[in-house]
């Protein structure tokens, strides 16, 4: 059965479309009542992501309530480091937080390239959305860039300085590279079960992207990225490399068919390099904080500077949890408004 509403999959090949196709990074979550009415059952985040039947429920609810042109599946881009033997904990308010995190070789000699159906929760929550969806949107399915997978096992959560994560470039490259490796089997492993189960699409976050020097960027995480991109040629890649700006040159030769702009990037410049990639983006989440006439404006300032560049309306970032989904809204139809042709 083909797909009702393929915009995305259209835009991300660089074919032209009768409108430009919008979602938004974090679009199933807490800016969602219906979400947090979901969430507030359960025990916690974790429970939401390994139980199938509710996943698909809130992957849906954007789809829903936005009427956005893709849905996102709701996982987390950690289950990787769990699969491969990291635990980690959701905690309330704060974020992802690892008991135990990787500090030496002997750490790594406990950890293990994952068999794929490990993750098996995920991809049956694919195949459930799909059917619910039945065909109305394309799903994406995603994975974090191995780089940002690394640093979250490193450093054990967030952080501002990500210090222990490139001190050990500097420290003890060649078991970054060991770590970086196991991570980026994984990853295509899981990716092509994501695919296997329906997802249309691919998106890989590398988050932590800019936190590093150019000459790292290119050698720890755009080496593993460009790996993954070879590795998968069943659906459309997108690459969202946040604060990478200095990379834009490399990631044109990706084998991947869209790339995802932050707010920090330029469109009009940033198509000049990326010529032969759909763009996606690139909207300040903040902007949503404005008025309602202020962030129809902004939006059509940022729709001329794609113009005539195969574009996927974005934010250049994840959507903030304490944004008005009547704002969010106002985005979305925005773009539909102000694209159509
Ligand atoms: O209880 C909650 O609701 C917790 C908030 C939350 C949500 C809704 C977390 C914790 N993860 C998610 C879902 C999620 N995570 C999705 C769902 C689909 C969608 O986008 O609608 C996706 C794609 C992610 C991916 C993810 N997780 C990234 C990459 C994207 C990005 O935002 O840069 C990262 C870095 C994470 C780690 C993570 N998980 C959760 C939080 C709060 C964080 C970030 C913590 C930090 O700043 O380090």
């Known amino acids: 059965m083909s797909l009702k509403n393929d915009l995305l999959l259209r835009a991300a090949r660089g074919e032209s479309t009768d409108r430009t ?3 938004l990074m974090r679009q199933a979550g807490r800016i969602l009542p219906e979400y947090r009415a979901v ?16 996943a698909a429920e809130v992957t849906i609810q954007p789809v829903d309530i936005l009427e956005v042109d893709a849905a996102i599946i709701f996982s987390d881009i950690l289950v990787i480091p769990e699969a491969m033997g990291l635990t980690y904990e959701m905690i309330e308010k704060k974020g992802p937080h ?34 619910e969806l039945n065909n109305r949107v394309p799903l994406i399915g995603f994975a974090g860039a191995p780089w940002t997978i ?9 952080s501002k300085t990500f210090s222990k994560a490139r001190g050990m470039l500097y420290t003890n490259p060649s078991d970054a590279h060991r770590l970086l490796d196991m991570i980026t089997n994984t990853t295509i492993g899981y ?24 000459n790292h ?11 993954i991109c070879d590795a998968i040629d069943e659906v459309p890649i997108t690459v969202f490399a946040k604060g990478a700006w200095f990379a834009l040159k490399e990631m044109n030769d990706l084998n991947c068919n869209t790339i995802g702009l932050d707010w920090n990037m330029d469109p009009l410049k940033t198509r000049e390099v990326l010529n032969s990639k759909t763009l996606q983006g690139n909207l ?46 106002c985005f979305i139809n925005s773009v539909r408004e102000f694209s159509s042709r």
């Open 284 to 329: 300040d989440p903040c902007a949503l904080y404005s008025s309602f006439d202020e962030i129809e404006k902004e939006t059509k300032k940022m729709l001329d500077q794609f113009e005539g560049h195969p574009h996927i309306a974005n934010l250049g970032h994840g959507v903030y949890p304490d944004t008005d989904p009547e704002k969010v809204k």
């Open 39 to 54: 969430r507030e059952k359960l025990s916690g985040f974790k429970e939401l992501v390994e139980t199938p039947e509710l």
């Open 191 to 214: 990716l092509k079960s994501q695919i296997a189960a329906g997802a249309d699409l691919i998106q890989i976050f590398d988050s932590w992207a800019g936190v590093l020097p150019p």
């Open 217 to 227: 960027y290119w050698e720890f995480s755009l080496k593993y990225i460009s790996e």
């Open 98 to 131: 690892f008991p135990k995190t990787i500090k030496s070789s002997s750490d790594i000699d406990t950890l293990k390239v994952a068999d794929p159906s490990e993750l098996s929760y995920v991809y049956d929550a694919i195949k459930l959305t799909k059917s």
């Open 150 to 158: 690394f640093s979250y096992m490193v450093e054990g959560g967030g």
């Open 21 to 23: 196709p919008v979602w």
